[in-house]
């Protein structure tokens, strides 16, 4: 149980277009989203915090307008990154929480920005 | 701010060798914490588990200590393997807090 998908698990795009990531819960609700990016050699860093049907919290240095979180459902938040540029390019990693401080990580998603 | 620290960076042994991977923080007051294996390219695998009320947990070959006071922790690895070559990752949960506070981590590479 408590698996996390999320999709797609890499892409390639051009500087300048917008690129959409899933993260799915697919067996339990979760209350709660969260967005990490890893850059190479270094560790997670949150984004931001989403909980279903509300605005997410960004961290600081986060642009909200270019990296949009929605969260529309208790098993579905979507990160848009919005006229991506190289260096936006990264691992996305999402996590889902179905509450009481449990956390459950998606594979993450591979992102090149050309 | 909280702030999570992990010695080593990288660590390399033959394999059969016990070891030992530190990770540090500076507040105390945390809810829970946890250590996570990653490997190459790949998402995270939760380890282990502990809660602040507790002091350690086991999980086969790994054992996870937790010693709030000093703001530490450690993941031991019993006799080593090749397939234990991964980044291992302590990531913590602050009382005040819901997201989890990363180490950058510690490059395991078990030699055959």
């Known amino acids: 149980g408590a698996v996390v998908s999320q999709h797609p698990s890499w892409v390639i795009c051009k500087s300048g277009t917008s690129v959409k990531i899933e993260c799915r819960s697919l067996d339990f609700q979760a209350t709660t989203m969260f967005w990490y990016r890893q850059f190479p050699k270094q560790s997670l860093m949150l984004m931001a915090t989403s909980n279903e049907g509300s605005k997410a919290t960004y961290e600081q240095g986060v642009e909200k307008d270019k990296f949009l979180i929605n969260h529309a459902s208790l098993t579905l938040s979507t990160l848009t990154v919005t006229s991506a540029h190289p260096e936006d390019s990264s691992f996305y990693i999402c996590s889902a929480s179905p509450g009481q401080a449990a956390q459950y990580f998606g594979p993450g998603t591979r992102l090149t920005v050309t | 701010k909280q702030e999570v620290t992990q010695i080593p960076a990288a660590l390399s042994v033959p394999e059969g060798e016990n070891l030992v991977l530190n990770c540090s923080f500076t507040?105390?007051?945390?809810?829970?914490l946890q250590w996570f294996r990653q490997d190459p390219g790949k998402g995270l695998t939760s380890l282990l588990l502990i809660q602040s009320s507790q002091r350690e947990q086991t999980s086969g070959r790994l054992n996870a200590s937790l010693d709030k006071s000093s703001g530490r922790s450690t993941l031991y690895i019993a006799a080593s393997q090749p397939g234990d070559s991964a980044t291992y990752l302590c990531?913590?949960?602050?009382?005040?807090?819901?997201?989890?506070?990363f180490g950058k981590g510690t490059t395991l590479s078990v030699s055959s």
């Open positions: 507040d105390s007051a945390i809810y829970n």
């Open positions: 990531a913590l949960l602050n009382q005040a807090g819901t997201a989890l506070i």
